[in-house]
Nanobody, 118 residues
């Protein structure tokens, strides 16, 4: 089972940027789609971006044009570049397969907190 560790979160002002990283303990080359998810306090976890093996991407409408997902299969790492951040982007961000916990993934990581506030 592959495990993932998310990092790169923090406190940023509205309009700022952050780059999140997701390091997997094993190969993600065979994982058809990788995704970034987020869960705000009191809300359900939602998929915000996904990327296929061939590089095709999909984004939630709320982040389209501001977030960019990428993957480096050689480094077993997935990234999320977040620009023009808004207070409503505040959440814990997680990476996983899309759909989540699809083999070789089997659980959620600890996530990384992103807080957008002035």
């Amino acid at each position: 089972q592959v495990r993932q560790v998310e990092s790169g979160g923090g406190l940023v002002q509205p309009g700022g940027s952050l780059r999140l990283s997701c390091a997997a303990s094993g190969s993600i080359f065979s994982v058809t789609r990788m995704g970034w998810y987020r869960q705000a306090r009191g809300k359900q976890r939602e998929l915000v971006a996904s990327i296929r093996v061939g590089g095709g991407t999909n984004y939630a409408d709320s982040v389209k044009g501001r977030f960019t997902i990428s993957r480096d299969n050689a480094r077993n790492t997935v990234y999320l570049q977040m620009n023009n951040l808004k207070p409503e982007d505040t959440a814990v961000y997680y990476c996983n397969s899309d759909p989540p916990n699809w083999p070789p993934f089997g659980s959620w990581g600890q996530g990384t907190q992103v807080t957008v506030s002035s």
